[in-house]
T-cell receptor, first 113, second 113 residues
Framework: AQKITQTQPGMFVQEKEAVTLDCTYDTSDQSYGLFWYKQPSSGEMIFLIYQGSYDEQNATEGRYSLNFQKARKSANLVISASQLGDSAMYFCAMREGFYIPTFGRGTSLIVHP | NAGVTQTPKFQVLKTGQSMTLQCAQDMNHEYMSWYRQDPGMGLRLIHY???????DQGEVPNGYNVSRSTTEDFPLRLLSAAPSQTSVYFC????????????FGPGTRLTVT
């Protein structure tokens, strides 16, 4: 079974609007971490945001926020005020305990002007 | 700080040839890992290391070998290349004091004909 599920292969959003990228995870560990990475067409992997399982508040980094719903095991990425430069692949990842992170299959986001 | 470096950037191999993908990091990170990225599959973990002299298998280890003789270097060896190993390979490093956030290299695009 997949540990990280990203159900949206592709998403479209109008510039300046907000968009939510879905991520659900599966773990029985109490201690885990959730990450989102961005991969533009140039190919590099860019870290966006992190949420620890014991963090009570949702993580925020500039225009990025992570909507963490522990009981539902979801960790959705919210991008506010989308920009053309946000067009990229987005990957959700989970670290269980001290293990190396497992990645989802990604969501392709296209921002329209 | 160069971060994580990978060589080569591009490589074409014939079936049956062997080669080594190089990875080095200058951040003194304990953990290093190799992922492969294929369209629609996200990043899948090949092998990882939690310190010099310690390596373990990830999700898709077959056909690959690793060793970790120093903290800085983590080469990935393809023993007998197959077309199924055509992929983009990412090396990453991480450390506990950075929440195990993965720092990625720029990737190596490998084609096996």
């Amino acid at each position: 079974a997949q540990k990280i599920t990203q159900t949206q292969p592709g998403m479209f959003v109008q510039e300046k609007e907000a968009v939510t990228l879905d991520c659900t995870y599966d773990t029985s560990d109490q201690s885990y971490g959730l990450f989102w990475y961005k991969q533009p067409s140039s190919g590099e992997m860019i870290f966006l945001i992190y949420q620890g399982s014991y963090d009570e508040q949702n993580a925020t980094e500039g225009r990025y926020s992570l909507n963490f719903q522990k009981a539902r095991k979801s960790a959705n990425l919210v991008i506010s005020a989308s920009q053309l430069g946000d067009s990229a692949m987005y990957f959700c990842a989970m670290r269980e305990g001290f293990y190396i992170p497992t990645f989802g299959r990604g969501t392709s986001l296209i921002v329209h002007p | 700080n160069a971060g994580v470096t990978q060589t080569p950037k591009f490589q074409v191999l014939k079936t049956g040839q062997s080669m080594t993908l190089q990875c080095a990091q200058d951040m003194n990170h304990e953990y290093m890992s190799w992922y492969r990225q294929d369209p629609g599959m996200g990043l899948r973990l090949i092998h990882y290391s939690v310190g010099a002299g310690i390596t373990d298998q990830g999700e898709v280890p077959n056909g690959y070998n690793v060793s970790r003789s120093t903290t800085e270097d983590f080469p990935l060896r393809l023993l007998s290349a197959a077309p199924s190993q055509t992929s983009v390979y990412f090396c990453a490093s991480s450390a506990p004091d950075r929440r195990y956030e993965q720092y990625f290299g720029p990737g190596t695009r490998l084609t096996v004909t």
